[in-house]
């Protein structure tokens, strides 16, 4: 049996997001840095998910696993965030959380699709 390549990215891509999530949060609250930062790591993320799947499949493929990706951050991710107690600012902790949920979501899935299409895109040439 063979596993889809596509599968295979979206399942590393859900294991690196968790782990920018969890420990970041971590590590922003030790080091006192702020936990948004890390949000470069997954624009990244996106971007190389995107490339690696271009070069298996198409953008139809790229788009659904930016998408769960994205969807998988904006929600599990977010939770152990807060259960990790990451280090934001006050008007970082008041804009996210007067914030509706399905805005947070939707914007990350938003930025997880651009970001992997650019990767699909940098990968294609």
Known sequence: MQINPVV???ILGLVT?????TLGAAASRKYNFRYSLFAIASFLLYTVVGYCIGSKANMAAVVIA????GLFESTVCWKLCLRFRANMSMEEQ???MEMPASFRVILTMVAAVFCGMLGYLIGSN
């Open 8 to 10: 295979v990215f979206i």
């Open 17 to 21: 997001v968790t782990l920018i999530a």
């Open 66 to 69: 930016s998408s769960v990706i």
């Open 94 to 96: 008041q804009v996210i």
